[in-house]
T-cell receptor, first 112, second 117 residues
Framework: GQQLNQSPQSMFIQEGEDVSMNCTSS?????WLWYKQEPGEGPVLLIA?????ELTSNGRLTAQFGITRKDSFLNISASIPSDVGIYFC????????????FGKGTLLTVNP | GAVVSQHPSRVICKSGTSVKIECRSL??????MFWYRQFPKQSLMLMAT?????????EQGVEKDKFLINHASLTLSTLTVTSAHPEDSSFYIC?????????????FGSGTRLTVV
């Protein structure tokens, strides 16, 4: 099946630093989604990308849909302690099953 | 925005009993819902796709007689873990596909922590 390679697996940064994480795939996706999950909760959508090359921002977050449709990155600028959590990328390849493929997640720790 | 409500948030049950988890779309109709299982420090693993008015589609390796899915209305899907055993203890999350102006997204419930003792 399809697989997403998400990196890095974890990050330990100081408050105020910028963060970058990315996902790559061997196959094409039509939609890229970035989620944040906090302990004991379901994932919450951060940014949705629907078009190759699209660059979208949501506050301090910026994500891009790679031009090859096989990758995406998420940047967080000026990190704050509440950014702590696990960030997942997810891709949807089209077709009638609408299934999402998830990356393995990036655990972000922000030191005040 | 689209909200998915999942209940219960936590449940503890005895081995051999069955547990039902509900997933409701509160302000939209969801013809397709998804059920995931998540182990600690791991990603979400899709178990099955729930389709309103028809049988669920299970992923390879997921026992359909063990994890019964019913999607009887456009706003409710249920997952029943039958004859639960300790190895079924996990975090279960539902999701619904939501159509929007630019495309579609996926909204997740808040998850159910199942502990089988």
């Amino acid at each position: 099946g399809q697989q997403l390679n998400q990196s890095p697996q974890s990050m330990f940064i100081q408050e105020g630093e910028d963060v970058s994480m990315n996902c790559t795939s061997s196959s094409i996706f039509n939609t890229w989604l970035w989620y944040k999950q906090e302990p004991g909760e379901g994932p919450v959508l951060l940014i949705a990308l629907y078009k190759a090359g699209e660059l979208t921002s949501n506050g301090r977050l910026t994500a891009q849909f790679g031009i090859t449709r096989k990758d995406s990155f998420l940047n967080i600028s000026a990190s704050i302690p509440s950014d702590v959590g696990i960030y997942f990328c997810a891709g949807q390849s089209g077709g009638s099953n609408y299934k999402l493929t998830f990356g393995k997640g990036t655990l972000l720790t922000v030191n005040p | 925005g689209a909200v998915v409500s999942q209940h219960p948030s936590r449940v503890i049950c005895k081995s051999g009993t069955s547990v039902k988890i509900e997933c409701r779309s509160l302000d939209f109709q969801a013809t397709t819902m998804f059920w995931y299982r998540q182990f600690p420090k791991q990603s979400l693993m899709l178990m099955a796709t729930s389709n309103e008015g028809s049988k669920a589609t299970y992923e390879q390796g997921v026992e359909k007689d063990k994890f019964l899915i019913n999607h009887a209305s456009l706003t409710l899907s249920t997952l029943t873990v039958t004859s639960a055993h300790p190895e079924d203890s996990s975090f279960y999350i539902c999701s619904a596909r939501v159509s929007g102006g630019r495309g579609y997204g996926y909204t997740f419930g808040s998850g159910t922590r199942l502990t089988v003792v």
